[in-house]
Structures are given as C-alpha cells and as structure tokens.
C-alpha cells in the first residue's frame, strides 16, 4: 500500500505565504505525477498544481504567478510554495499521488486533506 501524508496548513494573512508539504511512502514501484488539490464544502475538488515524474507542471490559472510546485524524489515529496495567497484560496488542500505499486497496477492514492485559511 502507498501513503500519503500532507502538512504545514494553517491560517495565513493575505499577501504572506504558506508552505505545504506531502511525502508518499510504502509500496511504491513509479510514481506518475504528484500533485495539489482543494475543496471548498459544497464544491468540486479542483486542481491547483501538478509535477510529473519528468518535472513537467500544470497550474490552475487562478494560481498561476503565485503558487510554485516543486518536488523530492528520495523520498517522495511534493511541496507547494503559496505566495501572495487571497482569501479566495482558502480550501482543504489535497495531495494526490498517481502511482504504480508494481508494472501492472496504477492507483491514485489521496493524502487525509490539511486546512488553508488566508485571512487577516
């Protein structure tokens, strides 16, 4: 099995910045992609960030110019730098890891969620 543990939530004043960081362990032949996603209650959990296993990323175009995603290979980390962050990024933030345990068996494997609240 692969686990996933996210921290460095918490509450952060507008135009300050946050760390998160996530590490996936266990049972881990390659991992895919890395990445962070958010939900606020009632809505969709939506991408914010992703690094590929070649270091390829993707950003959601309302974090753009302000979050930076960045990733350790040994051990498995992803972190996500949030700059100038606004109250309208606060959300639970996700870690999901799309991993192969072995050659033939890919799964996606969430972290248990960590708390963002930007406010003054």
């Known amino acids: 099995q692969v686990q996933v543990v996210e921290s460095g939530g918490g509450l952060v004043q507008p135009g300050g910045s946050l760390s998160l960081s996530c590490e996936a362990s266990?049972?881990?032949?390659?991992?895919?992609?890395m990445g962070w996603y958010r939900q606020v209650s009632g809505n969709q959990r939506e991408l914010v960030a992703e690094?590929?296993?070649?270091?390829?990323?993707t950003y959601a175009d309302s974090v753009k110019g302000r979050f930076t995603i960045s990733r350790d290979y040994i051990p498995n980390r992803v972190y996500l730098q949030m700059s100038s962050p606004k109250p309208e990024d606060t959300a639970v933030y996700y870690c999901?890891?799309?991993?192969?345990?072995?050659?033939?068996?890919?799964?996606?494997?969430w972290g248990q969620g960590t708390q963002v609240t930007v406010s003054s």
């Open positions: 266990g049972s881990i032949y390659h991992i895919v992609a």
């Open positions: 999901k890891v799309y991993v192969y345990s072995d050659p033939q068996t890919p799964n996606e494997v």
């Open positions: 690094v590929t296993s070649g270091g390829s990323t």
